[in-house]
């Protein structure tokens, strides 16, 4: 059975950092594209990053380019968001899932977890 579990959210001011993290168990990560995306309320889900199994490559969207950085630790099952400078806007529930293409669209994404709540408020 695949899971995934995220952990690190919090509640930071604006202009604050947090570093997310996910690992997982059932799945070898090495071989599989995996995905940071957020939920806010009452908001469909969107791809905030994602990380090549390839070659290690990342792609972010573009609200939150420049100011969060994902990683991947290789033969861990462990990967990473650190989001600085955070805004109001980057509240949500954060979830990492697998995937077997580069993409940052919730659809192409197969196994996910239950998600860390990351609230951005003064």
């Known amino acids: 059975q695949v899971q995934f579990v995220e952990s690190g959210g919090g509640v930071v001011q604006p202009g604050g950092s947090l570093k997310l993290s996910c690992t997982a168990s059932?799945?070898?990560?090495?071989?599989?594209?995996v995905g940071w995306f957020r939920q806010a309320p009452g908001k469909e889900r969107e791809g905030v990053s994602c990380?090549?199994?390839?070659?290690?490559?990342?792609h972010y969207s573009n609200s939150v380019k420049g100011r969060f950085t994902m990683s991947k630790v290789n033969g861990k099952n462990l990967v990473y968001l650190e989001m600085n400078d955070l805004k109001p806007e980057d509240t949500a529930v954060y979830y990492c899932?697998?995937?077997?293409?580069?993409?940052?669209?919730?659809?192409?994404?197969?196994?996910w977890g239950q998600g860390t709540q990351v609230t951005v408020s003064s």
């Open positions: 059932g799945i070898n990560l090495d071989f599989y594209v």
């Open positions: 990380i090549s199994d390839v070659d290690g490559s990342t």
């Open positions: 899932a697998a995937s077997s293409v580069i993409s940052l669209l919730p659809t192409t994404y197969d196994y």
